[in-house]
């Protein structure tokens, strides 16, 4: 997982969640309207981020899968890692077919999937050892906790039991890391203490409000990748949407980098 | 939900998981090879499904979504229910965007989706009054129970506590239903306990082998759609394959009626 922050003194992972509506009207009127605002942002912000994040579901809900792959195509021809936001989760065969249309169709270098199913359902994904592949353990939203946070006969939470197996039994090929939201810094330095140097993707900076001093004192101790998405990629909605983005990236790869402590 | 099973005497809900390498020649050379599977696979056993349950991953991986919309369209027009099986879960704006993908997009009546992440993941979905939206409870692969066997501090298990949110506090329209895996004739019977008339969508029988007599008996007292995928559609990989498919969609009928209590 290293390759996400070898050759950026950054950690922040930008998320490629375009919405039509909030694009400015001449982009809007592209052939290819997404592929179009995300070109320019990664092109404002590529020197700021260790990887993008498309989220798949802004793409499908458009029917825009040719765009995922045009942006795709041009954050890897930059030598970027991109991590494919797409938390799958289904039995054997059909988690086959999920894992070919994440890695083989779109190329992606590492997915985040969902455990509920159990580990058959997610050996599809890990049994690809160059990829990386993060599992959902506790995640940012308010009702994350509902079956997250749910104490079970041994003591220990269900994220706390998934975070155990997900830096033990299912990491037979080294390649997990696990979603943890950055607005929950208790839950997230109680599975930095269980994974040890695991990587963490920690979503929830920027629009939903997370603390960055908090998120890096708890997650402190191992790989970590600070996911933000609209309030930078929406920092502007007018004409100056790109070079609103950089600023906002640029504060919060900052932000990130005075409370990183040195690893 | 009860327009699934009001027209035709079938329980039966009949799986769409393409996959070109299991079609014959002829088909595969077609230009629209896998929406001239499904054609065929659906006029060959339209009188025998209660609705059919098109697996989005089978498309997904093959680029094939415009294949995907051309069979839905199909089934449609036949008056026939569609239960698109994309097993979603992802945090609040995101998940609108999966609802708008799975029910405007693809107009399915109703989804599959995952709990992992709490209700306010699911409220995008559950928000459609109109539509049906069945939630993972108790999975038919064989790691199934790794997590939803879990046991509770309250001496339930997670499963358990699933179903009992399912049917109240998340069932606020009255359209929930569960996913059981048909694998599991006892956590079947012990969900049916908890559930009342919910219905069921049950997978595992044909390829996955559960027992249809074990099945019937440990869900009766409610609703349930018993889903089978590959041993009908590949019932033959021949140019018999539409023939060989009603043949075993109508045994797989009757065997479910056989044992179908009043209701």
Known sequence: MAKYQSSKSSLLCIGLDPD???MPDNIRREQYPIFTFNKAIIEATQDLTCCYK????????????????????????LGIPVL???KRGDVGGTATMYAAELF???????????????LDSMEPYLDHADKGVFILCRTSNPGGGELQNLML????????????????????????GLVVGATRPNELQRI??????????????????????????????GGMLVS????????SEGADFANAAREVALATRDEINQYRQAT
């Open 20 to 22: 039509l509506k909030r």
């Open 54 to 77: 498309p989220q798949i579901a802004h793409y499908a809900a458009a029917g825009a899968e040719s765009e995922l792959e045009m942006t795709i195509e041009f954050i890897k021809a």
């Open 84 to 86: 494919l936001d797409a």
């Open 104 to 118: 083989d169709r779109y190329g992606a270098d590492a997915v985040t999937i969902n455990p509920y199913l159990g």
């Open 153 to 176: 006969e041994n003591g220990s939470r269900l994220f706390e039991h998934v975070a155990q197996e997900a830096c033990t039994t299912w990491n037979y090929n080294g390649n997990v």
């Open 192 to 221: 930095r203490g269980i994974v040890g140097q695991t990587t963490l993707l920690l979503p929830g900076v920027g629009s939903q409000g997370a603390d960055v001093s908090q998120m890096m004192s708890a997650g402190a101790g």
């Open 228 to 235: 933000s998405s609209r309030s930078i990629i929406f920092a």
